[in-house]
C-alpha cells in the first residue's frame, strides 16, 4: 500500500502505471520495479536516467508578490 501511495505523490502526475496517470512521462508500467538498486534511485531522482524520446524540463511559475 504505500508504494501505491509513493507513486501517487511522486510519479503518477507524469507517468503511467497500469493505464491511470500522466502522460508527460514514459509510461512506467513496463519499468523494472522488483530491482530496488534501479529503482530507488530513480524514485529520489526521477532524472536520473532520461528514456529516449524524453528530455529534462524544468517549469516554474513566478512568484506573485
Do not use: W
Request: aromatic share 10%; net charge positive; charged share 15%.
Amino acid at each position: 500500500m504505500q508504494l501505491i501511495s509513493l507513486y501517487a505523490q511522486r510519479c503518477a502526475a507524469c507517468h503511467k502505471l497500469f493505464h491511470k496517470g500522466g502522460a508527460v512521462g514514459p509510461d512506467l508500467t513496463s519499468y523494472q520495479r522488483d530491482h530496488l538498486g534501479t529503482l530507488l534511485p530513480n524514485i529520489f531522482d526521477p532524472n536520473l536516467e532520461i528514456r529516449g524520446g524524453f528530455a529534462y524540463l524544468h517549469i516554474s511559475q513566478p512568484i506573485m508578490l
